[in-house]
């Protein structure tokens, strides 16, 4: 069977049409940069990347793997931070444009799902995956089966609380974990916080409008004092929390991705420091910590198999 896969996160749309029972990209995917973050917006973009990868009608539905939160399966997303959506009617707008079989899931279940069929935790019972691009996020399989809670909100991970009263978050909260370590957080802390002063990240950036995370991660690396103080806060959040995640819910492997998981070494060295200092020594046993192996495919490929019944 072959169906679309579209994997929605916070800048970056990309969409494949998938071979299911193989689970390969067939004719190549297409990837976007987001930039219209109003609902229709957002359902145009994925009108278009959708025909873009199935010219020919031959798809049997559409998955999409969104960043936001999903109320059940009503296809209403309640909150997405990284867009400012609340109460948003989605899969009615994309059904519309895209065909009646049409499913929404969170962008993290739809990644946790393509790695677990496809990809690095294939045939493990109990795996967290956990990522780290414009948001951050959690999947988990648990016995085998995508977990995802009484109402669709398993693995928010980017929104258990990490400093009370802390940073406000996209979500409308304080104290997020995301508010401290996404990639859109990173970014938004350090235009806070280096307007009047010059920075090594700055200038790498060349100039405070088109920094990001990857800029704060190279200057901490050049031992940048700011940028590394924002790492190490980052990755002593982010460590702790997965080595919280591990410690309660004991899976034989732990997976980790995202955009700016895979190209911030500073941000991964500090992580596992506090990760291995935090994480309860009998829960390591038989433990494994990988990288994700499909990449930027793990959503389309897990949406397209969701959305086929895989
Ligand atoms: P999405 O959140 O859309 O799924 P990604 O996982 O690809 O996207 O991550 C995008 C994030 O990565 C953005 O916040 C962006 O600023 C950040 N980023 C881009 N380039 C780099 C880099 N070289 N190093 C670290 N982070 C980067
Ligand atoms: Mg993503
Ligand atoms: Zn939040």
Known sequence: ??????????????????????????????????????????????ERVVKAVDPKNERAGVGVGFAGMLRGWTGVVVNAPNFGWREVDFRAALRKRVGERTEIYNDLNAIAFGEATYGSARGVRDVFFCFVGTGVGAGIVADGKLYIGASHLA???????????????????????????SGRNLQAIAREDLQKTTSLAVELAGG???LHAGHLDEAAKRGDRYASELMEQAGS??????ANAVTTLNPSRLVMGGGVW????????HTMHFFQESVSRP???????????????AGVLGAAALIAGK
């Open 1 to 46: 069977m072959r169906a679309v896969g579209v994997d929605f996160g916070g800048t970056n749309v990309r969409a494949a049409l998938v071979d299911v029972a193989a689970g390969q990209i067939l004719g190549g995917d297409a990837k976007e940069t987001v930039s219209d973050k109003s609902p229709e917006g957002v359902a145009a973009t994925v």
């Open 155 to 181: 693995g928010e991970f980017g929104h258990i609380k990490v400093i009370p009263n802390g940073r406000l978050c996209g979500c409308g909260m304080h104290g997020c974990l995301e508010a401290y370590v």
């Open 237 to 242: 959040l982010l460590g702790v929390a997965m």
């Open 208 to 210: 405070l409008e088109h």
């Open 262 to 269: 895979e190209k911030s070494s500073e941000l991964r060295r």
């Open 283 to 297: 829960a390591l046993e038989g433990f494994e910590m990988v990288e994700s192996t499909l990449g930027e495919s």
